[in-house]
């Protein structure tokens, strides 16, 4: 059985202690074609994650969405989650792949390294590059060339693109080869104050990186699996609105 990856818009939540407030953020990035959701925060305690997270894997179930948790596997586990994402901080990939078991995703986070990316094959479903641009959340991560994803899809891999990314360069990754972007304040905002974006600006944050995803994506593909994959990303808008 194939399993679903991150496609198109792959949102990311921001750190937030406002439970309503993410709720509320993450429907309308679904509602604006998100594709698939990851849970991360890193400033609530662990009740509160699980809190969250337990509302946000209902609110996906419910939209059709994948659901995807950052760094725990208990979380992960505890709600239920399509799947889990892991940095190089987050244990040894394949001792995490037995505890989460065969069938959720497993993402890897490669940085700007192939090599470790060639690593994981076998053991994780997607591989995420990045930072690909200056990133406001890290803004001092390693910055990993748009080569990579021509070289991931060559090899084969399911590859995601993070940092920095925004509707007015989705295109160039997707140009590049990216099956997705993971995207956090330029869909959501600052999230910490009063910078967070309400619904509707979520909602079309969310829009104007897909139609630029998109819009690459067109202009570098051709052939029954481009059709199939544009088929898939318009199908994450159409059935919402």
């Known amino acids: 059985m194939t399993k679903r990856l991150p496609t198109g818009l792959y949102a990311l939540t921001p750190d937030t202690v406002d439970d309503d407030w993410l709720a509320m953020a993450v429907e309308a990035a679904i509602r604006g074609g998100a594709s698939a959701v990851q849970y991360r925060n890193k400033v609530a305690d662990a009740a509160q994650r699980l809190r969250q997270a337990q509302r946000l894997a209902r609110l996906c179930r419910e939209a059709g969405t994948l659901f995807i948790v950052n760094d725990t596997v208990a979380l992960a586990n505890a709600v239920n989650a399509d799947g889990l994402h892991i940095g190089r901080d987050d244990g040894d990939p394949a001792t995490v792949r ?25 053991i994780a479903d997607y591989v995420a590059f990045g930072s690909v641009f200056v990133s406001a959340v890290k803004p001092g991560a390693v910055r990993a060339p748009l080569g990579l994803f021509a070289r991931a899809r060559e090899a ?14 989705a295109y160039e990754v997707a140009q590049a080869g990216a099956e997705a972007v993971a995207v956090i304040t330029a869909v959501f905002g600052e999230a910490g104050g009063a ?35 544009l088929s898939r990303i318009a199908s994450m808008r159409t059935k919402r609105e």
């Open 195 to 229: 910078g967070r974006a309400d619904a509707a600006q979520i909602g079309v944050n969310a829009r104007r990186v897909v139609e630029t995803f998109v819009t690459g994506l067109r202009t570098t593909t051709s052939g029954p699996d481009a059709s199939a994959k």
């Open 156 to 169: 084969g891999m399911h590859a995601v693109a993070i940092g920095g990314i925004d509707a007015g360069n």
């Open 98 to 122: 037995a505890a989460l078991g065969s069938q959720p995703v497993l993402g890897v986070s490669c940085y700007d390294s192939f090599e470790r990316a060639r690593a994981v094959r076998g």
